[in-house]
């Protein structure tokens, strides 16, 4: 998107904000390059090979995703030279198909993947339906993609290559894929070569090509789809200029289209011919355009294949890159017009059949006559439509499954059932002005009708009573009831009179029972809302506010509902389903695969989508602003008793509850950070407690048994050995309460370091020299890196950490085992590794010994207070830097590594200094 000036000269913010987040999104996605054709056989596969192999020569990790030779040797030979992912095999009525592995190629992650046929379709068990959304997930991830595109293919022009070709083509992509590429290549050759190349079995091989010559491969047909990928691809280099030059004003800046088209669809068959011509309208223009359907309550009855075409006309307006809604309200016109002026629309496009209705555009109620009749500053285009043909079979219903009310066997016995009681009314109101028809006269009786008709509309609406008039007047005609009334002209004149007021009246009284019921499905609908929000934040915990969801979808929608969560402390691991139990019959594994695609991608899954939509199940993602939570899983839709925006409402409910999620989330983690600290602050009180009281006996009794070893005179060996026992086990007490302290001092924030610049030997002599009782048997092997920089450090604290480290080497090797120690830096860190050849680490304990009291037993002998790494952790930590352990590969032994910042170096002392 270009930033387009204001009036003043200053670049549009909002349009700067919108080139900056389209810019973010293209570094973060993959590139798309699509090789285009008007028909098979040009050499896109070809071309792309060729492609592949000049990007791998650059040194590009490039993979051939899928590639459809056709058995063609020159495209073989270019396939061979390319390494092949391997396809999987996929088993479907006894037959093992071959296609494409989208979870192998994410794992591998190339650098270029070629993806031959994007309109293909995938076999049934795949978790995409076509190919072209497999390049989506793609895209997504981030991997770069080279593709191959017939100019039939594209949905947009679906109807134009039928009536060029005869041919109904199957297999579609919708045009966004194309608009969205980064390169778009036209691989072009003339017809008389493409016919060439066919006869000479280039193209498809026997029989194949002369059926193909004989019916696709016209010359006619050549020309006219060569006219048309031309056509269309210049259509993207005019709009690859115009973005050129919205971008570099310098260059010369043409000005461009704000013109926004909106399209007004219906549950017509035939509107899906007017989607796509508004589509090129708007393309042709460079305007923006909507496609819309205004819901009424007579068209919340609709037959489900009316409802069905709804949704298709929509779900392919957005395939082609509109902006698609759903209206309510009880004047269609009203409506369309009240949103194309919320919307800045200037132009309105609507469809005209070629039936009755064409010469009925007048007509007060339709919607033609009422745009063309409104005070307004917007063109109505209309557009004719083909006469209505049969629809073949496998086109009644391109989305099985779609969300809105339908006209179940319940409504049309009740709808029966009032045209019944209708009739019976006005039955019986003939009765009753047969009996006081002396009295009341023929404008009396009508009166009487009209009482009786607009009662019954009050109470059944529009239809029933018209029955009921209609009743009502044959049957007192007919049955000779009108005795004594006048029956001539003027009569029926009056009764013509009559006629017309009580459908007056009756459509007002219907329009208002209408109005009602929209605004009941409104407030019922906003109400749901505000009890699941009510609902919410009385809940507490996770555990409570996925209850409260359950129950109160459950009561309010008559929907069973599901969650499927990431495990704690592992939001890319596997989810978890809650409640843990089903009624689904659909295996546990397909759940959960579709759950989790739906959590990665932030997409919906399921029924009513184009990923795993043979799941009895929807699968909506819960997002917290960009940042998923969970998936909210929908197992039993009730689509009678649904809303006509029933995926929107789902996906506000879905939002409400991440976003109490979130909250509870976050309380959570803030109770446990406040116990932690709680917790932190009471055990070091009380260790410097302990530790303080403990220091001076512990001076005292270690003073006491060295004063008694030194002047010790008679004694035996047993009893010496025990008064060394004591000096030693003090020592280590002594030494463990220092720990304690030192501990307390760094967790209390009381302990400031004292940065100097040191060289690395210095602090290992000091610390070798402290460790030399416990380590007196170990030798050591020292690799420094000669070009080791100084360390800015707190000398005493990093003696401690080397001291502790060495220490603990010593401790879990066996005697006599070397000791290494190596340092080397890098531009940003500096790193040392203290190397034993001991036990080693229990595996998934790595992080848990650097917590405080946290001890691994040796083999032999004890181990030791559980602080010293604590502490050397405490230490890294302070100087900016990280410490982990690992445990060695070829050989026993653990890994201890700690790193510090590399800050640049200090100016040598110059000679006068």
């Not at 207070?865 to 405490?874: Q, T």
Request: proline content about 4%; some cysteine.
């Amino acid at each position: 998107m270009a930033t387009e000036d204001r009036k003043d000269g200053r670049p549009d913010p909002d349009a700067l904000l919108a080139q900056v987040q389209q810019e973010e999104q293209a570094r973060q996605r993959g590139r798309l390059k699509i090789f285009f054709g008007a028909a098979p056989g040009v050499g896109k596969t070809y071309a792309m090979l060729r492609y592949g192999q000049q990007e791998m020569a650059k040194g590009v990790d490039v993979l051939v995703g899928i590639v459809e030779t056709h058995q063609r040797s020159e495209t073989q030979t270019l396939a061979d030279a390319l390494p092949t992912l391997p396809r999987v095999h996929l088993a479907y009525k006894n037959v093992v198909l071959e296609e494409f592995d989208l979870d192998a190629a994410l794992a591998r992650r190339p650098g270029l993947l070629l993806l031959d046929e994007l309109a293909h379709s995938n076999a049934p068990g795949s978790r995409h339906k076509k190919r072209w959304q497999d390049l989506e997930e793609l895209l997504d991830a981030g991997l770069s993609v080279a593709t191959t595109v017939n100019v039939q293919h594209l949905e947009s022009v679906h109807e134009v290559v039928q009536q060029i070709t005869g041919i109904q083509v199957q297999e579609t992509l919708p045009d966004q894929i194309i608009q969205q590429a980064d390169e778009v290549i036209l691989v072009d050759i003339s017809d008389e070569d493409l016919l060439q190349r066919l006869k000479e079995g280039k193209v498809y091989l026997g029989d194949r090509g002369q059926r193909a010559m004989t019916h696709f491969f016209r010359k006619g047909n050549l020309i006219a789809l060569r006219q048309l990928a031309l056509r269309l691809a210049a259509d993207r280099v005019d709009l690859e200029l115009r973005q050129f030059h919205q971008q570099n004003p310098e260059e010369g800046r043409r000005s461009g289209s704000r013109d926004r088209l909106l399209v007004a669809v219906s549950g017509r068959p035939e509107d899906e011919h007017l989607v796509r011509a508004a589509y090129h309208l708007a393309t042709a223009q460079r305007a923006d355009w909507l496609v819309i359907h205004v819901d009424t309550p007579r068209g919340l009855l609709q037959r489900p294949q009316t409802q069905a075409w709804i949704w298709n006309h929509l779900h392919l307006a957005e395939s082609l890159g509109a902006e698609t809604a759903r209206l309510t309200g009880v004047n269609i016109g009203a409506e369309v017009l009240a949103y194309a002026r919320l919307r800045d629309v200037t132009q309105i496009v609507l469809g005209q059949t070629q039936g009755l209705r064409k010469f009925l555009w007048w007509w007060p109620g339709s919607l033609t006559a009422h745009l063309l009749n409104s005070e307004r500053g917007i063109d109505v285009v209309i557009h004719p439509l083909p006469v209505k043909k049969a629809i073949p079979e496998d086109r009644r219903l391109r989305n099985q499954q779609y969300l809105g009310i339908v006209d179940t066997p319940l409504r049309r016995r009740t709808r029966n059932r009032a045209f019944v009681i209708s009739g019976t009314i006005g039955l019986a109101l003939s009765g009753l002005a047969w009996s006081l028809g002396a009295y009341l006269g023929f404008a009396g009786v009508f009166m009487l009708y009209m009482l009786g008709a607009v009662g019954t509309a009050l109470m059944y609406g529009r239809w029933p009573s018209l029955i009921t008039f209609i009743a009502a007047v044959v049957s007192y005609y007919s049955f000779g009831l009108d005795r004594g009334l006048p029956t001539t002209v003027g009569s029926l004149a009056y009764f013509a009179l009559i006629l017309s007021l009580i459908l007056l009246i009756s459509q007002l009284v219907a329009r208002s029972r209408e109005q009602e019921l929209m605004a009941r499905i409104r407030e019922r609908r906003a109400r749901n809302l505000y009890q699941l929000v009510q609902a919410l934040s009385s809940a507490r915990g996770v555990e409570g506010i996925l209850n409260a969801s359950i129950e109160k979808l459950h009561q309010t929608l008559g929907i069973a509902v599901a969650f499927w969560l990431p495990l704690v402390d592992n939001a890319g691991g596997p989810l978890q389903m809650f409640p843990a139990s089903t009624d689904l019959e659909a295996p546990q594994r397909n759940l959960r695969a579709a759950a989790r695609w739906s959590f990665l991608n932030k997409k919906n899954a399921g029924m009513s989508t184009d990923t795993l939509a043979d799941i009895p199940a929807l699968f909506m993602p819960m997002l917290s602003g960009e940042r998923a939570l969970g998936v909210m899983m929908l197992s039993d839709l009730d689509l009678r008793r649904a809303p006509v925006d029933w995926l929107r409402f789902l996906e506000t409910v879905a939002r409400l509850i991440a976003v109490a999620l979130d909250s509870a989330q976050a309380s959570l983690q803030r109770t446990e950070a406040d116990v932690r600290l709680r917790v932190e602050q009471l055990q070091n009180a009380l260790l410097g407690a302990v530790s303080h009281d403990l220091r001076t006996p512990l001076a005292g009794v270690l003073g006491t048994a060295t004063t008694l070893q030194r002047n010790a005179q008679g004694l035996t060996a047993e009893e010496h050995d025990l008064l060394e026992n004591i000096r030693e086990q003090t020592q280590k007490m002594e030494h463990t309460v220092d720990r304690i302290l030192h501990m307390a001092a760094l967790q209390s924030g009381r302990l400031h370091i004292k940065k100097e610049w040191v060289p690395l030997e210095d602090l290992l002599v000091t610390a070798r020299d402290q460790v030399k009782a416990v380590c007196a048997d170990r030798p050591f092997q020292v690799r420094i890196s000669k070009d080791l920089p100084l360390l800015l450090v707190d000398p005493q604290l990093m003696v401690q950490v080397l001291t502790n480290l060495l220490e603990n080497a010593c401790r879990y090797s066996p005697s006599g085992r070397a000791i290494e120690l190596e340092a080397y830096a890098n531009d940003a860190e500096i790193t040392v590794c203290v190397i034993d050849h001991g036990f080693g680490v229990p595996p998934g304990r790595e992080e848990e010994i650097f917590l405080r009291f946290s001890q691994v037993k040796p083999p032999h002998g004890l181990g030791g207070s559980g602080l010293g790494l604590a502490i050397c952790a405490a230490i890294i930590e302070l100087h900016g830097g990280r410490i982990w352990v690992r445990n060695r590969v070829a050989v026993r032994g653990a890994v201890f590594c700690f790193t510090v910042p590399r800050e640049p170096e200090p100016p040598m002392p110059s000679d006068g200094d």
